[in-house]
């Protein structure tokens, strides 16, 4: 018989220990492989589950998530007024969940992810790593005698080994457990549960469950269980997406950027999804069944893509565009480029070798650039982001087009053809699939970089370049750009694909700038 389970997760504490995402999000949404870690949690329990979730560190962030991913669950939000500061933490925030949890429930901690499925037992137990440690005064820490609890040692140095307590177990007695929590214990200026689990230690036999664990609580921490779950993180720090299921959930930093976002989908609505559920910082559609192009692709299908973005897509705009690439092009590099200078703290770019070949500095590449060139463009509709990540064959053998930029040096519905064309080459040349993967090598000694990137599509490239001399547009403009957006990607990512990108873009550059600049 499938009863209905109660769990309780606590989301209210400000989580300082993750660094900057800590200012602008709660880190239950901290993303792992396209999924929130709240949402880690709540799939490993039974469509009847009763969620009961204590939130207060950027708690409408939770609240409209939850929502929006999970409409046909049950979830009550029980608000923690004080959540940071002294005499605050997470026996505070469960006291606060008493008067729901009066009947067995699933203690549960935001930052914990296992991936064993829960075995349920009807006894009180506590969830604990499967490898026993010797020395930690971070966590919670159980000492066992044939898989019975004999001792809690709460964030103290221990001199045996034990097993640390992981932030998931399921409490049976729960009234012996709240007379414990009643006696509220404070520990480093925060209200801990521990109290709670020793009175039933004390009362009741408690039993310890193994599980593969993954601490999510700490910057380190987190880097290390997303290297666990994925090879890279190619994320970027203010905006997340997550599938779950049947839905996909986009959160945007800026929330202006969200309702641009929301206009687009709108606007464009025969070729990006329909953006049916928003609020605030994310927005939410349907899951599209297809495959992108790094996934199925062939050079019939490129030129059927180009052919669809030529006749439908590419909608040629009359307006001015030469001030708006000289703000895109020009000006965003040179931001971009200081800010990635001071991510490494160097004045100045040395002369170095790449693969082999020596390359002048960054400065003295960019001084050569026939900026005004590159303002030029084609003002069209454009896409923003048009690589084959982004471009996806659905079941009906339709293109989709996905992920898209929310405006072009500050325009919304236009921007530059090339800028679409150059993201296109981008991604056959830079296999971001693969990339995600960590399917590239990278190297830095001295003044020499060696790194190697997975094989260009170059069965596709050719299409691309005969649509090129097809449609008269100029190839070594494309090159330019792609070049140039490379560079400016690298401050947007982490080491060491930050570097390679800006490594690769500045080879790439010198390359397009000894090229002769034609049609």
Do not use: M
């Given at each position: 018989m499938n009863l209905k389970k109660t769990v309780c997760i606590l989301t209210a504490g400000v989580g300082s220990r993750i660094g900057s995402y800590s200012t602008y999000l709660n880190k239950s949404l901290l993303p792992i492989k396209k999924r929130a870690a709240i949402s880690h949690i709540i799939d490993q329990f039974s469509n009847n589950t009763e969620f009961v979730i204590a939130i207060g560190h950027f708690g409408k962030q939770v609240k409209n998530f939850l929502k929006l991913t999970y409409p046909e669950k049950k979830f009550k939000f029980v608000n923690v007024k004080k959540y940071k500061g002294k005499n605050t933490g997470p026996g505070l925030s469960l006291y606060n969940c008493k008067k729901l949890l009066q009947k067995p429930f699933y203690f549960v901690s935001c930052d914990t992810i296992w991936t064993k499925k829960i075995n349920h037992l009807e006894k009180n137990w506590m969830g604990t790593n499967y490898n026993s440690i010797k020395k930690n005064s971070s966590f919670c820490n159980l000492v066992s005698k044939n898989k019975k609890?004999?001792?809690?040692?709460?964030?103290?140095?221990?001199?045996?080994?034990?097993?640390?307590?992981?932030?998931?177990?399921?409490?049976?007695?729960?009234?012996?457990?709240?007379?414990?929590?009643?006696?509220?214990?404070?520990?480093?200026?925060?209200?801990?549960?521990?109290?709670?689990?020793?009175?039933?230690?004390?009362?009741?036999?408690?039993?310890?469950?193994?599980?593969?664990?993954?601490?999510?609580?700490?910057?380190?921490?987190?880097?290390?269980?997303?290297?666990?779950?994925?090879?890279?993180?190619?994320?970027?720090?203010?905006?997340?997406?997550?599938?779950?299921?049947?839905?996909?959930?986009?959160?945007?930093?800026?929330?202006?950027?969200?309702?641009?976002?929301?206009?687009?989908?709108?606007?464009?609505?025969?070729?990006?999804?329909?953006?049916?559920?928003?609020?605030?910082?994310?927005?939410?559609?349907?899951?599209?069944?297809?495959?992108?192009?790094?996934?199925?692709?062939?050079?019939?299908?490129?030129?059927?893509?180009?052919?669809?973005?030529?006749?439908?897509?590419?909608?040629?705009?009359?307006?001015?565009?030469?001030?708006?690439?000289?703000?895109?092009?020009?000006?965003?590099?040179?931001?971009?480029?200081?800010?990635?200078?001071?991510?490494?703290?160097?004045?100045?770019?040395?002369?170095?070798?790449?693969?082999?070949?020596?390359?002048?500095?960054?400065?003295?590449?960019?001084?050569?650039?026939?900026?005004?060139?590159?303002?030029?463009?084609?003002?069209?509709?454009?896409?923003?982001?048009?690589?084959f990540d982004n471009i996806l064959i659905t079941n009906d053998k339709q293109f989709k087009l996905i992920d898209y930029r929310d405006n072009f040096g500050g325009e919304i519905e236009y921007g530059d053809k090339y800028y679409d064309l150059a993201k296109l080459y981008g991604g056959m040349i830079l296999n971001y699939s693969l990339i995600k993967q960590n399917k590239f090598k990278y190297l830095k000694r001295s003044q020499k970089i060696d790194y190697s990137l997975p094989s260009a599509k170059t069965k596709e490239i050719k299409v691309f370049f005969e649509f090129l001399k097809e449609k008269e547009l100029s190839i070594s403009k494309v090159k330019l750009l792609t070049s140039i957006i490379f560079l400016n990607m690298a401050p947007l990512h982490e080491f060491p694909f930050d570097q390679l990108l800006f490594a690769h873009g500045k080879l790439k550059l010198q390359e397009s700038l000894n090229e002769k600049f034609s049609k």
């Open positions: 609890i004999i001792e809690l040692i709460d964030k103290k140095q221990v001199s045996s080994a034990c097993n640390q307590f992981i932030g998931l177990a399921y409490i049976k007695d729960y009234k012996i457990f709240w007379e414990g929590i009643d006696k509220k214990k404070i520990i480093k200026g925060e209200i801990q549960v521990s109290n709670g689990f020793n009175n039933l230690i004390r009362l009741k036999d408690v039993y310890i469950n193994k599980f593969d664990w993954h601490d999510i609580g700490t910057i380190e921490n987190y880097k290390k269980t997303i290297k666990f779950f994925e090879k890279y993180n190619f994320s970027k720090t203010n905006e997340f997406i997550y599938i779950n299921k049947s839905r996909v959930v986009k959160y945007f930093r800026d929330k202006k950027k969200c309702s641009r976002i929301t206009k687009l989908s709108k606007i464009n609505k025969n070729f990006y999804p329909k953006i049916d559920k928003f609020s605030e910082n994310f927005i939410s559609y349907k899951f599209i069944n297809g495959h992108t192009l790094y996934e199925k692709n062939s050079p019939k299908i490129t030129k059927s893509l180009l052919n669809y973005l030529e006749k439908s897509f590419w909608k040629i705009n009359k307006k001015q565009i030469k001030n708006v690439c000289k703000k895109f092009y020009k000006d965003k590099t040179i931001q971009r480029l200081h800010l990635y200078k001071q991510k490494y703290n160097f004045r100045a770019d040395k002369t170095n070798y790449i693969n082999g070949e020596k390359t002048e500095r960054i400065e003295k590449l960019l001084n050569q650039v026939k900026w005004k060139d590159l303002y030029d463009g084609i003002p069209c509709r454009i896409h923003g982001d048009l690589q």
